[in-house]
């Protein structure tokens, strides 16, 4: 059929060969964009931007980092409700894995704005997989 003409038929091509759903892979792009690996240059916006996409495909991973996102106004707007929003679904959401699950709910039920360590070198957002947390830097 020829080769896809943009990033986002790119995603799904790589997905749908590495027996992935998109929203994962998503995520992940989303990830190698706020981190700079993979050859992709750090960008938070366009980090931010496939996190939301794969956020809204319910990807819980992908909702905690677009979460993180908003809490720390990386990559676009600060918005600590849209963050709280986002954590309660993780904290509800039944593939959550139990760490990611228990910070979600701590956050979200007090509203808690404190998974950002100030002196931290970076905005960074961890995947779901590891140990995820959100960092803020200048």
Same mark, same amino acid.
């Given at each position: 059929? &020829?080769?896809?003409? +943009?990033?986002? =038929?790119? !995603? #799904?091509?790589?997905? #749908?060969?590495?027996?992935?759903?998109?929203? @994962? %892979?998503?995520?992940? *792009? +989303? %990830? %190698?964009?706020?981190? /700079?690996? /993979? &050859?992709?240059?750090? =960008? =938070? !916006?366009?980090?931010?931007?496939? $996190?939301?996409?794969?956020? #809204?495909?319910?990807?819980?991973?992908?909702?905690?980092? %677009?979460?993180?996102?908003?809490?720390? &106004?990386? +990559? /676009?707007?600060?918005?600590? @409700?849209?963050? *709280? @929003?986002? $954590?309660?679904? !993780?904290?509800?959401?039944?593939?959550? =894995?139990?760490?990611?699950?228990?910070?979600?709910?701590?956050?979200?039920?007090?509203?808690?704005?404190?998974?950002? #360590?100030? &002196?931290?070198? +970076?905005?960074? !957002? @961890?995947?779901?997989?590891?140990?995820?947390?959100?960092?803020? /830097?200048?």
């Amino acid at each position: 059929k &020829g080769r896809p003409d +943009g990033i986002e =038929n790119l !995603v #799904k091509l790589i997905a #749908k060969r590495a027996n992935l759903s998109v929203a @994962e %892979f998503e995520s992940q *792009i +989303g %990830f %190698f964009y706020k981190n /700079g690996l /993979g &050859g992709l240059k750090k =960008n =938070n !916006v366009e980090a931010r931007k496939w $996190y939301e996409k794969a956020a #809204k495909k319910d990807d819980e991973g992908a909702q905690y980092s %677009f979460a993180c996102c908003n809490e720390l &106004g990386s +990559g /676009g707007e600060q918005s600590y @409700e849209k963050a *709280i @929003e986002l $954590y309660k679904k !993780v904290a509800l959401h039944p593939k959550s =894995n139990p760490e990611l699950r228990t910070r979600a709910d701590r956050a979200s039920a007090t509203g808690d704005r404190g998974t950002a #360590k100030a &002196g931290d070198s +970076g905005d960074t !957002v @961890e995947p779901a997989s590891s140990s995820a947390r959100c960092t803020r /830097g200048r």
